[in-house]
């Protein structure tokens, strides 16, 4: 590998190859690592200043018929312990959320057979209506791309209805890892690489806002995680940079039937640093507090910029995640690590007119 050629080409702004990519990650050490992503890092943000804000993720249904392996969530319907939450439950959660000053709600639920676009379009608008200052990601893109099989409808057609609902975001979560063969041995039921690029592509094209996310540490090959970032790299530069945040969570074993290990702390940060180097075309690099806790801070130095105070999700917590309430703590440990923790409105929907005016 040749480090002062890639160091070079991350000076000078130029997007490293794949193969440097993957031989960084192979022989890189954690501190070449640390360095390269925040010289990346720079282009965009204040070396000694993360941003964050705290939010919820309210799973509104556990009803999926997916059947993923690796999930500890869902319920077949008709099998007990299901659960659709009402909109005065839902409120509740909000209520709750905005208690803790919470402002940024992300809706995540499960694969319903019931429950057609229009049906998420006319809860959303309510709920807009009555929380006007809040911020919603309103579904993952996953749940989008199954509502529109059974609603027989386009994913541009599915995404138009949103719109007219109101609906500004959703998200580009249940992404995992966007390799074929990953999908095929853990969730065959739930979509294939390319189709989840149509669909977030409609979402875009409609001028709605999404992300980019990914999920570490179940059995995946470091040749599949690769072809994840590959993909998701060549889509933004497809969609003219519109996807405004790239996430990494890792993978909680507990309670499902894949079970295994989970990642440790060094093995998550190089690879946000990694994701930092490689998709160059991404803003904003998020750290997961949400499953590494307080570790998840030293990802500012890996490369993030940004990360959520979450209050509830249930998906992770019953796979072994644990939700810390002490936000005071969790800003003082940004602010130990050398980062000004500023706290930001939600992001508005980027154009790539932007992302330039910003490079
Ligand atoms: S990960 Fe999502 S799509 Fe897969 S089974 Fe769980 S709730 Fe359903």
Redesign the pocket.
Known sequence: MNFRSIEEKIQTEQAISRQEAEDLFKQGSDQELAHLASLTRKRFHRPNEATYLIMAIINYT?V?????D??S??RLPHQEGTYLLSFEELCERIDQLSSHGGTLVGFN???HPKLQIQDYGALFAKIHQKYPKLTFYEMTI??FM?SCKISKISYQEGAEILKSFGTEWITGG?A?ILDDQFRMRH?PG?FKTDDYFKAQEAVLDAGLGSTATMVIGFDETIEERFNHLEKLRNFQEKVDRKLSSFLCWTYKPWNNELGGKEISTQDYLRWLAISRIYLHNFINIRTSVLTRNEDALLGLKYGANDFDIPTEDE?TEKAGATISLDFSRILENCENLGFKPIHREAWTRPSSTKFKERC
Do not use: L, Q, T
């Open positions: 556990n999926c018929v997916a059947k993923c690796y999930c969530f869902y639920g499960g694969f996953a749940e199954f249940g995992e969730s739930k998906v």
